[in-house]
């Protein structure tokens, strides 16, 4: 018998304290502000990894970008929920609307911007190893236009974020 995990309470809202089964309503979720990159929630908590399978959902603003430019060794797939975002794709832009999704298979170079004229929301599922994952920073011009690149390419998330204030 699988045990339910206890929701622990914060001020920014609660998250699994331990492992087990759990409903946690998104509104009720931990939220974390990102420092300019919008608000983030995970789902998880510090005992209560999800080692197979990522979820988060993400809500930007209009030009915010949800991280940097990147490309990693692990699948991800991306659903707009509401409002509409850019997303930057192997060089490229693309509009997204509530209802797109979005597949990226293992070192696809993408990231988010949200556009329109309100926030976006954005569903984000990412498969985990059980090793590190490998996350390459590539320069591009499309991403340094919308301030989500790197000047110099990387494979260092410190150096890439560098520039960031810690949240």
């Given at each position: 018998?699988v045990?339910?995990?206890p929701l ?27 420092g300019?990159?919008?608000?983030y929630?995970?789902f ?9 399978l ?5 809500v930007l ?7 940097l ?7 991800e797939?991306f659903?707009v929920?509401s409002?509409?975002?850019?997303l ?12 797109d999704?979005v597949?990226?298979p ?24 059980h090793?590190?994952d490998?996350v390459v920073?590539p320069?591009s011009?499309?991403?340094?236009r ?10 260092d ?11």
């Amino acid at each position: 018998m699988v045990p339910e995990a206890p929701l622990e309470q914060t001020e920014n809202g609660a998250f699994p304290a331990g492992e087990g089964w759990f409903v946690l309503n998104v509104r009720d979720s931990r939220w974390f502000e990102t420092g300019g990159s919008g608000f983030y929630t995970t789902f998880e908590g510090e005992n209560a990894r999800f080692t197979e399978l990522g979820f988060g959902l993400g809500v930007l603003h209009p030009g915010e970008p949800n991280a940097l430019y990147h490309g990693e060794d692990a699948q991800e797939d991306f659903l707009v929920l509401s409002g509409e975002c850019l997303l930057l794709v192997e060089g490229q832009e693309r509009l997204l609307r509530a209802w797109d999704f979005v597949h990226c298979p293992n070192w696809t170079e993408h990231i988010f911007v949200g556009a329109g004229d309100g926030p976006c929301a954005i569903l984000m599922v990412g498969t985990r190893k059980h090793e590190r994952d490998k996350v390459v920073y590539p320069v591009s011009d499309v991403a340094l236009r919308h301030g989500a690149g790197v000047e110099e390419e990387t494979s260092d998330g410190r150096a890439a974020y560098a520039r960031f204030p810690e949240t």
